[in-house]
Every structure is written in C-alpha cells, then in structure tokens.
C-alpha cells in the first residue's frame, strides 16, 4: 500500500553542525511534499512544502529536496540550533486531498 | 497557538466511560480532520469533513464518534474504549479537503484505563 517512511528513527548532531533528515516515499502520483515538526506536547507544525514540480525549495534556514527518480525527500536544516531538537515528519499528498505521514526522525541537538 | 484548540489537554478515563473531545477552528478553514497519534507510529487518519459532511471514515471501530455540528467545530465522542486506543489525538483543518496545508492543534493526550 502508499507509505512514507524515514530512513532514521533518531539523528543527533552538534549545535552549529547542518543536519540532514530523510525520507522515501512509495506513491509516483503524489504531487505535494510537507515537512513537519513536533515539538514535545505540541501538535505537528508545517515548516516547508515542495510541489512535485521542484527540485529544491529553500526557506529560512531550512531546504527541502526532491528526488522523484528515486522518490526521496529530504529536509536540510543549516546551522542547527537547541530549539531544532524535535520529531520531524515528511507527508505527502497523493491528489485525493489526505496527507500521508511518515514514522518521523527525532533530531536532538548537542550544545 | 495555531488557531486550532482541541480540549482537553488530557483526558483519563476507564474502559466504561463515556467522554467527549473538542476542536476548535477560527480559521475559516472548511475541512476538518481527526488524527490518532501512537508512539513509533505514523499518524493515522481516522475521519475528515467538508463542508460539515463526513467525507472519510478511515475503518475507525464505532466506540469513536465524530460529530461536526458545522465547520468550526468537530467532535470525538468516546465510549467503551481499550487500552490500546490510548495515544494523542490530533485534530488539524485546512481550507477545503483536497487542500494542501493542514494546520494542527495541540493535541488531547488519551490515557485509557
């Protein structure tokens, strides 16, 4: 069946360092990418979106890469900061207005 | 705060209680969405509405019960549950369904017991 799952259940990395976050997605027809993040005792919140369209999209501090060949999303986060540390989710939508979630990476930054 | 409210922020209840969760939108979002978050588990979908009518019941058991009385409120009614149906529950709206963004509330963290 559709699924979007993460490569990595958990990611630490030094503050300052960039992190990485992957994600790989089963659905050709998707056509719309989130990412979110979930802070502790917070719902989800959107951080950046891709079309299917797009390559790269690139917001403050934070890129999201597509690669439809191999149907791989990433999200890059440049200069890692404490308030980065979070569980974070790729979703996409598969055109029939749901959003599918992945297991989500859980990013804990080192001072 | 998102503009989406779910009280309470959590809820214990035995397996014979009866209880009820509320979402809140002033968004003037038309599509409604109720999630179930386990640990280690992908958010799971259980049931979405447009427009106020019940457009997805994602094989949810009928100890749950969505009601959305119009489009700025939505429901989850609660009775007989397991322990297993403890985890968060999220309620999220978004302009219509089909919408690409949803916004998320906080959350009502269940505890069945």
């Known amino acids: 069946g559709e699924s979007v799952g993460l490569h990595l259940p958990t990611l630490s990395v030094q503050e300052g360092d960039n992190s990485i976050i992957n994600c790989a997605y089963s659905n050709s027809a998707s056509d719309y990418f989130i990412w979110y993040k979930q802070e502790s005792g917070k719902g989800p919140q959107f951080i950046i979106d891709i079309r299917s369209n797009m390559d790269k999209r690139q917001g403050q501090r934070v890129t999201v890469l597509l690669n439809k060949t191999v149907k791989h999303l990433s999200l890059q986060i440049a200069a890692t900061q404490p308030g980065d540390s979070a569980v974070y989710f790729c979703?996409?939508?598969?055109?029939?207005?749901?959003?599918?979630f992945g297991q989500g990476t859980e990013l804990s930054v080192k001072p | 705060e998102t503009g989406v409210t779910q009280t309470p922020r959590h809820l214990v209840m035995g397996m014979t209680n009866k209880k009820s969760l509320k979402c809140e939108q002033h968004l003037g979002h038309n599509a409604m969405y109720w999630y179930k978050q386990s640990a280690k588990k992908p958010l799971e979908l259980m049931f979405v509405y447009n427009f106020k009518e019940q457009t997805e019941n994602n094989s949810v058991p009928s100890r749950f019960s969505p009601e959305c009385p119009n489009s700025s409120h939505l429901f989850l009614h609660l009775h007989t549950l397991q322990p297993e149906d403890s985890a968060l529950y999220l309620c999220a709206s978004s302009q219509e369904q089909g919408q690409r963004g949803y916004t998320f509330g906080s959350g009502t963290r269940l505890t069945v017991v």
């Open positions: 979703a996409e939508n598969n055109q029939g207005g749901k959003l599918i």
